[in-house]
């Protein structure tokens, strides 16, 4: 019988040695879709947290929402921030040693909360705006292999600035009516991105969330997914899984919570597809990055 402790054993021994790279710059993902509630949030921390520890890639998960969902599943008191990423883009504060939290070994989060909002409107009026984020994230390239970024359920400065910094966008919709239909508005502004800002953008795949196979809705949304989008879907599903709920409620990710979980299973899934397919990365690196501090936590 596979027992608990046995699946546990396996997710050390299929866990890869730390990464190394050789002046590569990372992956920078960003999760968007301007529907709310399509699991961008949930994809993006068990994502960065599996990049993390099953792989051993360094990654930084940047919580881009006012909502700070994020930096809430992964146990940052965001009534409390003394910094936060709306003091990287407003230049107050520019010292990441500062502004980044220890997740674990390889894990860091840049958090978010409300006040982000409050810089909308200057962002918005500086010819800079949306750039900004690109370039206060320059001088930590180096310190990792994976930046992912959660993005709010807007099609606004806060997802434009994202997509322009990031190298791909990973798009989650669930099986519900609206899902699909409104990622063409979100694929209209990666085309815009791509032709002004940023030709690198890739969209990295769609993702299909919450769905449930039992239902004949969740079939038929994976099959306008797949006739619609072809190659551009992922293979992966991620399934319905009470677990996930349970491992937000716990503030930890899907892999720390349970990883005998189907949450887990699809989350790992996906990982391993995203690294089969969007990158390989040279066997090693030049340096160990230094500099990042805080508390380290198991998430
Ligand atoms: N696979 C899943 N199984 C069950 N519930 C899920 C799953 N994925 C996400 N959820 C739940 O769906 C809700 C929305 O998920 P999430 O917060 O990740 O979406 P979001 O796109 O980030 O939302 P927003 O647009 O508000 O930022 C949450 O309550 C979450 O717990
Ligand atoms: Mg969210």
Redesign the pocket.
């Given at each position: 019988m596979v027992t608990r402790q046995k699946i546990l054993d396996l997710f050390q021994t299929i866990r890869a040695p730390r990464r190394r790279r050789l002046g590569v710059p990372p992956r920078i993902i960003s999760i968007s879709?301007n529907?709310?509630?399509?699991?961008?949030?949930?994809?993006a921390v068990n994502l960065a947290s599996g990049l993390a520890f099953l792989k051993g890639y360094r990654v930084l998960l940047i919580d881009f929402?006012p909502?700070g969902?994020a930096s809430i599943a992964l146990e940052v008191d965001i009534e409390n921030l003394d910094c936060s990423v709306q003091d990287l883009l407003t230049g107050k504060v520019t010292d990441f040693k500062y502004l980044l939290w220890d997740r674990g070994e390889n894990l860091k989060i840049l958090p978010a909360n409300n006040a982000l909002k409050d810089i909308e409107n200057e962002l918005v009026s500086n010819i800079d705006g949306r750039v900004r984020l690109r370039e206060r994230l320059a001088p930590i390239l180096n310190d990792f292999d994976y930046i992912i970024i959660?993005t709010?359920?807007t099609l606004g400065l806060f997802t434009q600035g994202p997509l322009i910094a990031s190298t791909a966008v990973i798009i989650?919709v669930d099986v519900g009516f609206f899902s699909l239909q409104g990622i063409r508005h979100l694929l209209e502004d990666i085309e815009k991105i791509r032709s002004h800002y940023n030709p690198n953008l890739q969209i990295g795949g769609i993702l299909l969330?919450?769905s449930d196979s039992r239902t004949i809705l969740s079939k038929q949304v994976e099959q306008t997914l797949r006739k619609n989008f072809r190659d551009k879907a992922f293979e992966t599903i991620?399934?319905?899984?009470?677990d996930?709920?349970r491992s937000?409620i716990a503030r930890k990710s899907i892999f720390a919570f349970d990883p005998a979980s189907t949450?887990a299973k699809?989350y790992s899934s996906l990982i391993a597809e995203i690294v089969g397919n969007i990158v390989a990365f040279p066997r090693e690196r030049s340096e160990a990055s230094g500099s990042i501090q805080k508390k380290a936590r198991g998430h």
């Open positions: 879709n529907k709310g509630g399509t699991g961008k949030t949930t994809t929402d909502q969902n959660d709010p359920p989650p969330t919450k991620i399934r319905v899984n009470v996930i709920i937000q949450g699809d």
